[in-house]
């Protein structure tokens, strides 16, 4: 990031500073944070002149809505040092290692080892494999610009950074983004995935938060069986989403929420 970027911009942006990483050198800008909230009106502009300017726009929350230096953004405290690429990753192979993980069954386990497999039934420990790509169901830029609108409607404290980056996928690991970081601090791993994502479902990230991402989705799943192989996508991706998510905890209820639904919200504890 370096300001000759900034200045591609076409919309005029408002007050706002160069970000450097906490742990960094002190001289890599990594983020162009606003110096307030901002409006999803701001947002789609810059999403519109993206592919002029290089530059990905994120809506940022912050760790404390009340903190005046808006951490973790503000205070630098993301670690781009520390990320492989997201090239030298395979969403496949990933996807299928993190499933054999979080489906083991554990002695120590708080579970029986009947009710861990039910989580994921009717898949259980076996890893079902990737969904098939839906058809086009919708405009993936203004399904995005509606997923901006209601997120500030709800959450007006948010603001506006700008990553250099080619994708929103991309963006989440050239900022250093660590959200994922108590199942594994290497977030090209994450990016590869949902680059993948962008692919075959016209995914775009629309907003970050500490350990919380959300994206647009032009064509999710349209039927129970597709969500349910999305489902297991999704609990390898974020295995919180099931395990803490809403009641039942199991991938088949999880996976009925999730039909046609065109916001995916990922958390992890």
Known sequence: ?????????RTA?????????DE?????????????????????????EHTHTGLWPLLLDPSDPHDDKFGPWGTGEFFPERMSSPDAHSPAEL???????????DEDDMLSPDDRLAV????GQLWPGFTPSPPPAADPEATAADLAQRFVA?????RLGLVAAGSGAHALTAVGWDGPTNYDNDTAKFSAVVADWERRFAARVVVVGPAALHLSIASPPTTTEDALLVAAEH??????????????????????????????????D
């Open 235 to 268: 609990f390898a991706f974020c295995p919180d989403n099931v395990w803490q998510g809403h009641r039942p905890y199991t991938l088949a209820a999880y996976a009925d929420r999730i039909v046609g639904c065109r916001d995916w919200h990922f958390w992890w």
């Open 13 to 21: 942006l408002p007050s706002g500073r160069l970000i450097t990483s």
């Open 120 to 123: 994921t039934a009717p898949f």
């Open 154 to 158: 709800g959450q007006p404290h948010s």
């Open 95 to 105: 996807l299928e290692h993190w499933w054999k993980d979080y489906t083991a069954v």
């Open 24 to 48: 960094g050198d002190g001289e890599a800008h990594i983020l162009w944070l606003s110096d307030g909230p901002t409006t999803a009106d701001l947002w789609v502009r810059l999403h519109v």
């Open 1 to 9: 990031m370096t300001p000759e970027l900034l200045s591609d911009v």
